[in-house]
């Protein structure tokens, strides 16, 4: 399959006369897609009702002379101040009680029920006009959910939509309604007299005097999820009734409070914003050493993880739908990519079986918000620094063989649920799921492996050869059979099977694997200047379980105490484990399960396609690689692979 | 005395049929009484007005029926959702102007006149129905007082009831109102043109631009405080007036937003909560390096504390209500205990006079909001890891002498409305009067002396041979002269009589100690790394005041300035003193007093009772104390006196 | 010209009897100067339009027999609590949108039409009963604006204000009225749909998603700003109208919220209120390591500083209004002052040009907010620390030659639009224009020099031998072409000229100064660990830019890539350099303009008046000067120039 190359274009930002010399550059640059019209809702309809499409057909219609594709943005991120004027109430309210005022974007609440309407109106104009258009080649719903914070929302919309969710999720079944006493039973709200007599009587979680009961904050979060792709489901199923081009949404990297595997479900293509420095500065949680070292790189794992991981969203078909190309303008320190890494982060997309990376922007604009934000072009149409290294990749995409994807050995779950649940109660300070996934993933990396992110499936680890599912706090029961049952060695733990379907501890204790002698009898979390060693090498880190089991320990402490059980094809791991701790495990996992287990260079990654081994250097300066041969700073490497 | 063991239990938590066996098996560990209730209100009023006692009875029976005796908690911490849909504005509001609301514990705002006599209502019902059963052998009112920074309200009820607070307390002698320009004057209100014309003038000292005046910010203090004391004493009166068993409410570790004092004047025995993991992470005030060494034992001084504080509040009768078992669920990290630390635990509170040591809880609840909470039994109903200790506490009680605490010879004055002083006007960011006076009695505990903790009261302080009265900001006059008038070797500042009853500076200027010529021209906060030596050993930090006097300094800066001054039976420290300043303040004060000044281990700590001294083991390692002995880790010894 | 002192007064706070003795005393001490009034409202109109002169008649009177001259405050920064229950809506509100209540002081938002009417009567009322009293020398409008970051308010008026405001800013031409897409065009509201139809649709900038739209951000910056200086007006024109006295305002320390130069352009006289020991732990920015050094004495650069800012403000008139005399109440630690600071402080205010130093305040008042501020007196009548000090420079004043103030040859811009702009989009966490402004000013002071700030206007560079202008991020038309046309040697650079008027970025990119050829291709925040080396010595810091330009470089970095560009009399530095580089810069700006360029020991600074050069040593160790002489620690020196 060929990969291609893209850019985020905003016609509206320009002068007409500029449109036709703009996509003759793009074109020449070898660009296949541009996306354009998700922030230009108040161009389309200036007042409401009153449209205006002359300037974005004639926008498509250059692009289109140009041979250019178009990826055409439902505008529903950015409504106009009309459209709060309609609805003055269908703004988000943060756990503060505070309303998130009109100003910027995002400003709109998933449950209000006005907006929902005002979307489905003007996702209809859209697709009624450009659906059978020939230059539009895909869709893409809305930006960015999620960004910016927004999917949890305290609003008075909110509080009726989560209340109906409820009666609809504790539905009696003998009538039309919630049955109040099995919410109460379910979440053990006799606990400090919270029980309810009614579906009216439940608030939202926010406020209260000291923490709310977890089984409602997680039940908030999962209401609160679905309400994203229950909005994003209203705008795809009105594109499909006048489109047939591919439906994508734009995901950004670590917003994880909606489960995209649900969102990605009614869609095509999943596609993500990759910004490798801004993220590393904002989101990666890396350590100010790592900061400091990949400043002008980036986290070498955090790309490759989103990847991996917006691949299972989009099973199988994903795209870079906004590469970083020069500082940014939104973290709290802005560095400028080494020379080399704007092509190393567009091939590493490539090596993961991206079908085209689109890079954000056309141009820098010299206005509002993102005035800082690089383009490919400066601000005065100048080339920005970046553009020879798009040029460069350009030309090796049009030179080089196909990349053909192929599915990796190891699969790794990513359960959304779990990282709610986990964020509901770390139990310790600075424990998270996400980090803890993250933590594995870079482990197996380091180990040269290449890695499947999968959702938490019965279907979804079939065929591979080892399964890692560490923190699955609610492990369904059926799941946890497949994964008795399968072929592949299995890493569990620690929290695995942790807490019931609505976040209470399971009786027989935890995991309860069947046929896995293992009890979690006791769980500490620990300070993170006390690590405890692990005899034989690594420690625990954070977060530890007394694990009771006849079995002989697979790791113990240095008490003797046991860290990790081994049964059959099960690990269990009931410890958070340190860089050294993980890299043994991942080893002792390897060996199980018959695979290769390397030890890369720091900095140095690696990603297996059908054919090759695209290596991958994260660092500033070069690398000789055994057998394999020069890797330069910031630089790509193609190893044929059974050549 | 004999001492007794006992246990929290939720019966409402549990089926029925579990009940007995839960008695069975607590009556043969050993425990004595169980505390039950006051959670349950929603179990026993589900609707207004409409009761269900059926199982609070039979669980009463049950209970009783294997010899264990009651202690019966009034439901109020936990109203159910329809009180608050009676009472909308029941709510407290917090320092942003916020409701808390409904969906834990502790939602209500102690002003409130609506809430108040729904408690009248509740209580009454609860103590008509068990005022006189023969198992019920105590009573706690409500749960923890002031957990979750409830104690201060600005809502609007607070802000009534505090104008007439006020009015109350400026009453002018000649009519039945208050005096508002005796209260102008007292706060010096003309500073800023502050001045009120009526007490509904005055609205609650939150919010305001900059800093509120300090007299209007105490008062307010003062007068939250009172509103627990009353609200507590509503509920004391009722409980009396149809049962004799003697009343308790369970305080926690540094909640100084009320005075305990006032609250215990209304009650018959002072129990607290004791959680020596959790305070050390969250309240403690300790070092990283501290809180890292003692993770898994707690601070060596705080359950002591705590102990001799709440041994003052029930005027000699306390207890430890809830003694933590295992890791908590709320600490920013929740580590495991240190095998033997809950018998220590235990036994230090015998040591230091408590009657009785209740565990919380029976089984761990695997729901809601303390589902992380360790429990005696696992939620699987197998013994948890502190089982095996409490029944080790309980052979050793059956065998063993009998406890007989006695007074100590050093008083240790603990003022509540001094800590709210300098939390209103700390003068140096990081200073309070709590850790001032929790450094003065570790110091006193590293000298191997059993402390007093006493009220700030002319009767308190007799008979005494050594008394400390650090930071007592407001010195009453008879108290003053009662210090001075001693027998006892007396302790005064810094910040001794530094402010009147309205929170300003007197003239003449502190301390204004009859007789005592030391004057504090000036005061000064100092950056904590900038130490200042005093000659000869130790050093000021943090805070200093310029001493006047005619008087030789009994300690001095290196600049030969006075830090401390002595005369008769007075010294004044005019510095807050590193642990180096204050171990030799200590033995000055050893030497004046004439008693024995010992230098223990780190971690090592003692306590005497009438015919024993009853050594403490803090560290994991174990120690060897000369012609006491071997003193195990985490362990505790029982030295005879006087043999 | 004769320097003065002075001293601040509360004749309110303290018995009729005691005036006279504390006005002998004051006269005694050789004070000149007496400010009262400003927070007497309460006094002076007790109830609405009932007043009460007399006292204030005779406070004045008995001052003025002693030969002392009142400066007298509009007591519009406290208005009673009958005003605010006249005004319900008068409060400001905070970003979080909560009124920020009575209780303090400045509870009143600028934007209130009828807080300025009240203000307006009062003012009114002070002016018409004292304009012509021989004994008032002088007026101070109101206290502090700002202080406690009081200019920004978010409330109902500040919006109806700030709409009314964009209105007359985007004025159409040809009718009466705003032009709304001339709005929507300067400020790119087309970015993401945020165009208005309407100047009643645009809110205020808080509380939006993600940030607004900086040019909006800024827009609301400059509103507040002029908010401060028409009220200002109002009042300067009333008192005009009645009196001769000229007019001061006493500004803060490091308050920039709004443009000084405006208001002061209403005014005759800056005045600022010095706190050296305040400010170095609360404003200064300092490290920690400088706070320890520097926590008796003040930072040496910040209150000279000021002194050069606010004799710009006073277009040369200015005084020091409050000068702190010993600890503080306000500050995170409030240390006393090293022996010898108070008069050293004095002095250089005078070297500085100040007219008169008055200090804050006569006697410590012992109640209210401020009860731990020292006075002159302790609030016993006592002499406090200070004020032999004191008298011992109105003695030197008294004996020593006149000191005549001359300009320096080195202009050091200051802008305050600038500083907003920054403050908006700072690019990178902690950097900030003050910052960067400071920074140059410490270099020049290192190097020896005497400096004058001055506005960003043209006249105002005139004369100048060199011309620092840092960080100027609108660089207006003229103002460019008065740089480029300069005699001087002008530093540029880094975002000068990066914006346009409306915080747009310009095309052609910035500097866009005519003729000279460098252009800021790129730009990116560092992080504060990752210095850059430039190539000789010095490194950049937090912040750099991307130079092209045909011209070789004056500074690059060690991969030969400019940092600096010379061409002309101009030099663009494209960076934030660190200590080091800033001293390298100023010695070559020092050498261009043929200005002599030492290296002053750490912590000794000098200024030079008409005749001599004073010398201040601002650290605790003595140090001999090179054919100067002796410097004690905290010590003055006059040296005389062209002897």
Redesign the interface.
Known sequence: MNRELGVCYYP??WPQEQWAEDARRMSDLGLKWVRIGE?????IE??PGQFDWEWLDRAIEVLGAHGLRVVLGT?TA?????VL?RHPDML?VDA????????????YCFSHQGYREESARIVTEFVRRYGRSPHVGAWQTDNEYG??D?VLSYSEAARRAFRDWLRARFAAPDRNDGDIGALNRA???????????DFD?I?L????????????ALAFRRFSSDQVASYNQMQAQIIRQHSDAPISHNYMGRVTEFDHYKVGADLDIATWDSYPLGFL?DRVGAT?EM??RF?RQGDPDFQAFHHDLYRAVGRGRWWVMEQQP??V?WA?????PAPGMVRLWTWEAFAHGAEAVCFFRWR?????????H?GLL???N?E??ALPEIRQVAAEIAEAARVQPSSASVALIFDYDAEWAWDV?P???GLSYFGLVLDHYRALRRAGLSVDIVPPEVDAIEGYRLVLAPGLMHTPPALKEALKGSDATVLLGPRSGARDAH???????PPAMPGFDVTV???????P??PEAIDGGGCILGYRE?LDSSAPALLSDELGRAVAIEEGNLIYMGACGDRAALDRLVAILCERADLPCANLSDGVRCRDTAAERFWFNYNLEPIDLDGVGHLPACGVLRQKLWA
């Open positions: 509206e930002h922030f230009a809702w108040s161009r200036p007042r505008p950015t409504p106009p101040k009309w004027d988000a503060d009680g505070r309303p998130r005022k009109f100003g910027s974007r995002r400003h960004c910016h927004t979440w053990g709200n006799i606990f400090w007299s919270m029980e309810y007599d009587d608030d979680p926010n406020l209260t005097v000291t923490e709310p009961n977890p089984a409602h500065e100010a900061q400091r400043a020069g500082p303008n709290p320190y802005n560095p400028a820098q604009a010299p206005f509002a918000q993102e005035q800082m690089a400066r601000p005065d100048a920005a620094e109660q139990h310790g300070k976040m209470s501890i399971p009786v027989p204790l009898s006791r769980c500490e979390s620990l300070r200047d006390m007394h």
